[in-house]
């Protein structure tokens, strides 16, 4: 199966959406719960235009080729945001969140997501990249060790999955 590793674009908007949908039905790892999600095409392609006119904020998408299978609903399997700070004295740092559909997880996508977004963020001149992930992800944790991320803390009880409350872990990397 091949896939493409590539910055988002205004076309990909309704992709993105079903993208993240699918996510929010499958995954507890994600911020939205199942039917959570509200977001409008008109707003999706709102906040690609903003992402795109940032210059320090991008969307990655992983693109699957459908030569395979042309019938598939999922054109887009994954994605990882990175959004710089609003202001100048955190422009330079940069707060990132990823998702990968469950069917294609294990095949190095998120590896290639943290390569690409990685250079970007250096082209630009990133100092800092900092993510959460809760206590309990233990793919995503070995993710982002691997990635050269560290602990820096953990934010207790700040999510709610299922009924309980759940920690978070506060991870970075700083970009020498």
Same mark, same amino acid.
């Given at each position: 199966?091949?896939?493409?590793?590539?910055? #988002?674009?205004?076309?990909?908007?309704?992709?993105? /959406?079903?993208? !993240?949908?699918?996510?929010?039905?499958?995954?507890?790892?994600?911020?939205?719960?199942?039917?959570?999600?509200? $977001? $409008? @095409?008109?707003?999706?392609?709102?906040?690609?235009?903003?992402?795109? !006119?940032?210059?320090? !904020?991008? $969307?990655?998408?992983?693109?699957?080729?459908?030569?395979?299978?042309?019938?598939?609903?999922?054109?887009?399997?994954?994605?990882?945001?990175?959004?710089?700070?609003?202001?100048?004295?955190?422009?330079? %740092?940069? !707060?990132?969140?990823?998702? #990968?559909?469950?069917?294609?997880?294990?095949?190095?996508?998120?590896?290639? @997501?943290?390569?690409?977004?990685?250079?970007?963020?250096?082209?630009?001149?990133?100092?800092?990249?900092?993510?959460?992930?809760?206590?309990?992800? $233990?793919?995503?944790?070995?993710?982002? %060790?691997?990635?050269?991320?560290?602990?820096?803390?953990?934010?207790?009880?700040? @999510?709610?999955?299922?009924?309980?409350?759940?920690?978070? @872990?506060?991870?970075?990397? #700083? /970009?020498?």
């Amino acid at each position: 199966m091949a896939f493409k590793i590539r910055q #988002i674009c205004e076309a990909d908007a309704n992709d993105v /959406l079903n993208l !993240s949908r699918a996510l929010d039905e499958e995954s507890r790892f994600m911020m939205f719960e199942p039917g959570e999600r509200k $977001t $409008t @095409l008109e707003e999706q392609i709102a906040r690609i235009q903003q992402v795109l !006119s940032s210059d320090n !904020s991008m $969307t990655f998408v992983v693109e699957k080729s459908l030569d395979e299978n042309p019938h598939d609903q999922h054109k887009l399997v994954g994605l990882l945001g990175a959004q710089g700070g609003a202001f100048h004295r955190n422009h330079d %740092t940069v !707060s990132i969140f990823i998702g #990968i559909l469950q069917a294609y997880t294990g095949l190095g996508l998120g590896r290639m @997501l943290f390569e690409e977004m990685e250079k970007w963020a250096r082209s630009w001149g990133a100092h800092r990249l900092e993510l959460t992930v809760m206590a309990h992800n $233990t793919r995503g944790l070995a993710l982002y %060790t691997k990635m050269g991320f560290e602990i820096e803390g953990r934010l207790k009880g700040t @999510l709610k999955v299922d009924g309980e409350y759940v920690d978070e @872990l506060m991870m970075s990397k #700083i /970009l020498e």
